[in-house]
């Protein structure tokens, strides 16, 4: 069974950082791609950053291109969200995704539970 | 990248189907079989019902089906039941740097 465990947030003042992991069991993770979608407070999903298996495709939303990296350890079966020059807008519930693929396709087969960024003075 | 174009809210009744809409462009819908639908009860993590337009993921109900013409895909809910009450958002591959791009979201109503 797919299991994803994010850990990281918290309350954190605009413009300072923040990093965020997510601890994957239950499938060969070096296998597939991953990506962190989040969703604000009341509002939709957005796709936030992609990263295929062997990190060798990266990708990131207009939104946080330049502020974020997003990285991952195969051998720790982690992935993590490096999140800079953070934003009251960057508050969200930030969900760790499994992509049915090596490549992000937008078919994600595996979700966490989330961890929450609150991004406030 | 834009999000792709959802009705706020659809509403229906167990005797009826339901369709939601999720227009895109030709640089993500219109070029990719690549469109997937979640279903998200409130909260609680997404859960994938449809993927690559039209197939279910083993343990989806029959009763979800997906489609696509040009620009737009489509998620019908046939016979919808008070369970299917919640939020629903597609998503779509868009072979940019951008990978993926999720619709505003649906909020599905059973009478």
């Known amino acids: 069974e797919v299991q994803l465990v994010e850990s990281g947030g918290g309350l954190v003042q605009p413009g300072r950082s923040l990093r965020l992991s997510c601890a994957a069991s239950g499938f060969k993770f070096d296998d597939y791609a991953m990506d962190w979608v989040r969703q604000a407070p009341g509002k939709g999903l957005e796709w936030v950053s992609g990263?295929?298996?062997?990190?060798?495709?990266?990708g990131y939303a207009d939104s946080v291109k330049g502020r974020f990296t997003i990285s991952r350890d195969n051998a720790k079966n982690s992935l993590y969200l490096q999140m800079n020059s953070l934003r009251a807008e960057d508050t969200a519930l930030y969900y760790c995704?499994?992509?049915?693929?090596?490549?992000?396709?937008?078919?994600?087969?595996?979700w966490g539970q989330g961890t929450l960024v609150t991004v406030s003075s | 990248q834009s999000a792709l174009t959802q009705p706020a809210s659809v509403s229906g009744s167990p005797g009826q189907s339901i369709t939601i809409s999720c227009t895109g462009t030709s640089s993500d819908i219109g070029s990719y079989d690549l469109v997937s639908w979640y279903q998200q009860h409130p909260g609680k993590a997404p859960k994938v019902i449809i993927y690559e337009v039209n197939k279910r993921p083993s343990g989806v109900s029959h009763r979800f089906s997906g489609s696509k013409s040009g620009n737009t895909a489509s998620l019908t809910i046939s016979g919808p039941q008070a369970e299917d009450e919640a939020d629903y958002y597609c998503c779509s591959y868009t072979g940019s740097r951008t990978f993926v791009v999720f619709g505003t979201g649906t909020k599905v109503t059973v009478l």
């Open positions: 995704a499994k992509s049915s693929n090596y490549d992000s396709s937008g078919y994600f087969t595996g």
């Open positions: 990263i295929s298996w062997n990190s060798g495709n990266i």
